[in-house]
């Protein structure tokens, strides 16, 4: 009798997975015979608001691999810039509108959840007012009520390792959702956070670009002595001693470093930028038989807005770096909106303002929830291209030493392919630090080798480095 009832759970698990939902090619794209995909929603209880999701199933061994959610940040950013230009199985570069098979995805090895949020991003689409309002706290409330919805979906993955992962903002998305989970009793089997390039304490995090700039050599020791002997408080360096700042001086010299750096890529100091051309930026595509005006790709301060939430002076320092130009065409056709189960006429955009979506994102950001994931033994994982100025690795680092956690294994080089040096790791009690070298923000995207291999060894639980652990005794 048993046996039966084992038989019977298992072809109810099978059948349970939403075959309207599954999607078999996307145009310009490719065919999905090698694993199931799938696009859909998933509906906010009593609140009017759906949120979509891409789903690929592991091309390894799916009904083992485990479960990994990917955000990206904004606030007010589609997930789908890493389901097609970062991580996902097929990958779009910048400047080119061509898709290649991807040999870094993520779901290699991994189921992949890529969940548009908030509602009014992306697909993800409210009804019966004209704009939606969040906070970190809301939000999260409302991606812990998505991952519900997608448990009900897909319940053969409620055994599955679960790991939530996203840059930028989901620096905020990545652990309040965690934290959500551990609020509502930990019913899933979370087992790790991993967050790239995000956004944790702005204590740490302001200011940081100014310190890395100095560091990459965006300035002088002339102009560095100076900020040092004013005491200026715009910059974030350690070891700056304390002082009365001299407000006049530091805002002759805060312009004289932003000149120095305005015609360089915010997002990677090393990196070529594509340059908003104004009317390049407007797109119109007919969607369900009316014609639609989008907004093409996205800005840094489109991406990420919170960089200028207290600097509305340095808006325009920052050169107009268009990113994802050719996601956003695509994403607007027809015939792809189809294949993807949209459900929404609203046009699809990388990242929606205020017009669409009003968000409040918190002073307290995330940092407080760190020593709670400790706690409960969730492990975490933050990996930083050391190339970007929007959320530096200085900033990062800074705030990760502020813990006072135990280091478990010192500061050491990682290799990839033929002994490439690919980055730098350290570990510490429950958290694993990786840095990216030589590349910025889309670490997953610009860096996908070094990335990869450091996020599945954190998964697979395994050493990123091989560099022995610290023996001496805390």
Known sequence: MKAIYILALCVTLVMAKPADEIVKELPEMGKFDRFDMYSGYL???NKQRKLHYVFAESQNDPATDPLVIWFNGGPGCSSMLGFIQEHGPYSMPDGDPNFYENPNSWNKEANMLYIESPAGVGYSYFWDRETDSFDDLTSSEDNYAALEAFYEKFPEYLDHDLFISGESYAGIYVPYLAWQVIQNGLKYNL?????????TNYTHDDGAFEGMSFWHNLYDLGI???IKANHCSFINIEGF???????????????????????????????ECFYDEGVDRLGTAKINGELKTYKR???????????FKNKKDSLNIIPPCVYGSGPTDFLNRQDVRDALNVETDQPWELCVGE???????????????????????????HFSGNAD????????????NSLGWPKTH???????????VGGYVESREGLTFAIIIGIGHMAAQWSPVATKHAVYQFIKDLPITDASPITAEF
Do not use: H
């Not at 087992?191 to 956004?199: A, D, F, L, R, Y």
């Not at 805060?254 to 915010?266: A, E, G, P, R, T």
């Not at 010192?410 to 490439?420: G, N, R, S, V, W």
């Open 241 to 271: 001693e304390d002082g009365k700042e001299n407000k006049e001086e530091c805002d002759k010299l805060q312009m004289k470093f932003y000149d120095l750096v305005s015609n360089i890529n915010i997002y990677d100091v090393y990196r």
């Open 191 to 199: 087992k790790g956070i991993i967050v790239g390039n995000g956004v």
């Open 297 to 307: 790709g996205m800005t840094a301060q489109e991406y990420t807005p919170f960089l």
């Open 224 to 226: 560095y002595d100076q």
């Open 389 to 400: 100025g929007a959320v530096p690795t200085q900033g990062t680092r800074a705030w990760i």
């Open 410 to 420: 010192e500061y050491a080089p990682f290799y990839i392919e033929d002994k490439q």
């Open 355 to 381: 017009d669409r979506l009003e968000y409040e994102g918190f002073d307290k950001a995330s940092y407080w929830i760190y020593p709670i994931l400790k706690e409960n033994k969730i492990r975490i994982m």
């Open 43 to 45: 509906e906010i209880p």
